[in-house]
């Protein structure tokens, strides 16, 4: 397994936050499998910060096709790095 850190940019689009609630049951989906270690947004609302747990980068990009913010166009990527935290 392989650790990826996405980081999110959000832009005014009201369609994303009426995406909102899907968005946030399928997050919880893919952390009650395992899949997800943690996410959230920024204070501000600009962005997010995601966490995976997948075999790969192919993976992460399957979940985030399936994720309803993909849909409306409700985020660019800033980041999307394999991560190998020590501590």
């Keep these: 397994m392989a650790r990826y850190v996405l980081q999110l940019a959000f ?21 009650d499998q395992g899949r997800l270690v943690i996410a959230g947004p920024w204070a501000d609302d600009s962005g997010a910060l995601h966490v ?12 985030l096709r399936e994720d309803p913010y993909t849909a ?4 660019e990527i800033v980041l999307m790095k394999q991560w190998t935290p020590f501590l």
């Design 11 to 31: 832009d005014g689009d009201p369609r994303r936050l009426a995406a909102r609630p899907a968005h946030r049951e399928h997050l919880r989906r893919l952390k």
């Design 52 to 63: 995976y747990e997948v075999a790969d980068e192919a993976e992460l990009r399957d979940i």
């Design 72 to 75: 409306v166009n409700g985020y």
